[in-house]
């Protein structure tokens, strides 16, 4: 059986600040992610189907964290924190679901891939 690895990626501006030994006053980020999904061929020779995918995302994640404080909806809103609730949030739709990467920069990411 033919298994392929999907990755779809999103992106949204939001705000956050920390205290402790990270300190920052509030500041933006761009946040960029990649959902990646893996899994075998349907019957019509596709993982998932990308509008479908591409609408969850738009609506659940970009456009639920676009323009947000991060602080109103995380104790600790770190890119950690993000990788999590997005995984969590898209594997509830989404059994396929291996790995989110979010990225507060180009050089620096989290990867999560759930608990084992």
């Known amino acids: 059986m033919t298994q392929v690895y999907l990755t779809q990626c999103g992106r949204f501006t939001a705000t956050h600040h920390h205290g402790g030994t990270l300190a920052e006053g509030p500041h933006p980020h761009t946040f960029a992610y990649e959902v990646t999904f893996h899994g075998p061929l349907n019957a019509e020779g596709y993982l998932i189907d990308f509008r479908v995918l591409q609408d969850f995302l738009a609506r659940e994640i970009s456009a639920h964290l676009n323009s947000t404080d991060l602080n109103t909806l995380f104790e600790n809103p770190t890119t950690e924190a993000l990788a999590i609730w997005i995984f969590n949030t898209v594997k509830k739709q989404f ?6 990467k979010v990225c507060e920069a180009p ?9 084992h």
Do not use: M
Not at 95 to 100: D, H, R, T
Not at 107 to 115: A, M, S
């Open 95 to 100: 059994a396929q679901l291996v790995s989110v």
């Open 107 to 115: 050089d620096r990411w989290i990867t999560y891939t759930g608990e």
